[in-house]
């Protein structure tokens, strides 16, 4: 599949990117290439072979839910860089 420049501008319109007009023609031959090779996994013969649903063969490990103290904010904000008596400081970012 062969991606025009002008598709590269919509693609990059809609991840708000700016691209000037010598990387829209790289990036139209990088992604043509791209989806060339997809199309080509598309005509591998997987007949016999079990689908899977990710990479790795791994079942939820759940633990039972204990309720437990809590150790207190001396213990929670011991490593907070600030603290203002039971809180934690935070710089101002919203003015």
Do not use: W
Request: aromatic content about 6%.
């Amino acid at each position: 599949m062969k991606i025009s420049k002008d598709e590269v501008e919509k693609i990059a319109h809609l991840a708000r990117l700016e691209i000037d007009d010598s990387e829209k023609e790289k990036m139209a031959g990088q992604l043509s290439n791209i989806l060339q090779y997809i199309d080509k996994l598309g005509n591998v013969d997987v007949d016999g072979v079990k689908s899977f649903s990710g990479a790795a063969f791994m079942n939820n490990v759940l633990r039972q839910d204990v309720l437990e103290p809590s150790p207190g904010p001396d213990v929670t904000l011991a490593n907070a860089p600030c603290r203002d008596g039971d809180f934690y400081t935070v710089p101002t970012i919203v003015k």
